[in-house]
C-alpha cells in the first residue's frame, strides 16, 4: 500500500511536467495510429495494448459503468471524450516506451496524463492492475468532466472508486482501519486536508483520511450527499464559496461525533452498491424533507 501510494503521488508531479510539455494531442494520434495488437473499447476507455489479452473480459469488468459510476454519484455532466488507455505486457517494456516518449518524465506504475488533448492513461501489466486502472481512471473522468477539485477532494474520489462497485460502501481496505481509529476518537480533520495544497505534502495517511471524508459525505444521509454534489458543482463553474468543512459544519451539528457514529455502522453493514448509490440520490434531489440515509444497503434500496 505504501508503495502504490507514494507511485501515484508520484505521477501527479508526472502529469505537472507532461502539462508543460503540452505534448498529447500528437501522442493520441500515434496512439490511434499505431497498429497495436489489441484494442478494445470499453464506455469512452479506448485500450491499446501490446500484448493480446488473454482475457479481455477483464478490462470489460474494471473500467465497465465506472464513468457512469462517478458521473451519477457526483451528478457529473456527461462527457463523451475518449480516455486512451495504453498497456504494456510488463514493466521492461512499459519503462522503455516511457523512456522514449517522456524522456524528462520518470516512469512510474500507472500515469495519467492529460493536457489539450484526450486524456492518456499509461500502464502496465501487475497484481494491482484493477485498482490502480479504476484509481487513475477516476482522475481521468474528473478531470475530463472540467473540474478542478481539492488534492484531498480528488484523491479521496479515486481512492472510493478504485475498488469494485459492490465493495465501495464496506469492503474497501481502509474501513476496519478508519473506524477503529474512530472509536478511539481519532477523527481527521477535513480541514486540515483541505489545507494540503501540494503533493509532496500528501502522505499515504492522507488517503485514507481523505477516502473516509467522501464516503461519509457520500453515504451518511442525503444532505452530506447533496453538499458533496453542490461543492463540486460550484467548483466547476468557478463559484466562489466556503471550505467543504466550513459548509458540513452548517448542516450537521458536529461532524466529528456523527464520523464516529458512521463508521461505527460501516463494518456492520453489507455491502451496498451502485444501483444504490443512485437511488439515494435521485432521492435526495427530490426529497422534501431531509431524512437521514442509514448507510446500509437495505436502507439505501
Ligand atoms: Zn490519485
Known amino acids: 500500500?505504501?508503495?502504490m501510494r507514494h507511485i501515484r503521488r508520484l505521477s501527479l508531479v508526472a502529469v505537472a511536467c507532461f502539462l508543460q510539455a503540452g505534448l498529447n494531442h500528437d501522442l493520441a494520434a500515434q496512439q490511434e495510429g499505431r497498429d497495436w495488437p489489441f484494442e478494445a473499447k470499453v464506455d469512452q476507455f479506448l485500450l491499446h495494448s501490446d500484448f493480446e489479452l488473454n482475457d479481455p473480459q477483464r478490462l470489460e469488468s474494471i473500467l465497465g459503468g465506472l464513468r457512469s459510476d462517478i458521473s451519477q454519484a457526483l451528478n457529473l455532466p456527461e462527457q463523451k471524450s475518449s480516455i486512451h488507455v495504453v498497456l504494456f505486457s510488463n514493466a521492461k517494456e512499459y519503462s522503455?516506451?516511457?523512456?522514449?516518449?517522456?524522456?524528462?518524465?520518470?516512469?512510474?506504475?500507472?500515469?495519467y496524463l492529460q493536457d489539450?488533448?484526450?486524456?492518456?492513461?499509461?500502464?502496465?501489466?501487475?497484481?494491482?492492475?484493477?485498482?490502480?486502472?479504476?484509481?487513475?481512471?477516476?482522475h481521468a473522468v474528473l478531470n475530463q468532466s472540467g473540474v478542478q477539485l481539492p488534492l484531498w477532494?480528488?484523491?479521496?474520489?479515486?481512492e472510493y472508486f478504485e475498488v469494485q462497485r459492490d465493495k465501495r460502501f464496506s469492503q474497501n481496505g481502509y474501513g476496519a482501519e478508519v473506524a477503529q481509529r474512530a472509536a478511539k476518537g481519532l477523527v481527521p480533520s477535513l480541514l486540515d486536508l483541505e489545507r494540503i495544497a501540494e503533493m509532496s505534502e500528501f502522505k499515504d495517511t492522507h488517503y485514507r483520511d481523505s477516502w473516509a471524508w467522501?464516503?461519509?459525505l457520500l453515504h451518511r444521509r442525503q444532505e452530506t450527499r447533496q453538499l458533496l454534489i453542490d461543492y463540486i458543482?460550484?467548483?466547476r463553474k468557478l463559484v466562489p464559496q466556503a471550505n467543504l468543512s466550513r459548509q458540513l459544519a452548517e448542516i450537521v451539528a458536529d461532524p466529528t461525533v456523527e464520523f464516529q457514529q458512521h463508521f461505527s455502522k460501516v463494518g456492520s453493514s453489507q455491502p451496498t452498491s451502485v444501483a444504490a448509490i443512485?437511488?439515494?440520490?435521485?432521492?435526495?434531489?427530490?426529497?422534501?424533507?431531509q431524512t437521514a440515509v442509514a448507510p446500509t444497503s437495505a436502507t439505501q434500496k
Open 214 to 216: 467522501i464516503h461519509f
Open 153 to 158: 477532494l480528488d484523491e479521496g474520489v479515486a
Open 1 to 3: 500500500m505504501t508503495l
Open 278 to 289: 443512485k437511488g439515494t440520490l435521485s432521492t435526495a434531489k427530490s426529497a422534501a424533507t
Open 233 to 235: 458543482a460550484r467548483h
Open 116 to 138: 489539450r488533448g484526450p486524456g492518456m492513461l499509461f500502464t502496465f501489466w501487475h497484481d494491482d492492475i484493477d485498482t490502480d486502472l479504476r484509481h487513475e481512471a477516476a
Open 96 to 111: 522503455r516506451y516511457m523512456n522514449h516518449y517522456f524522456p524528462s518524465i520518470e516512469p512510474r506504475r500507472a500515469i
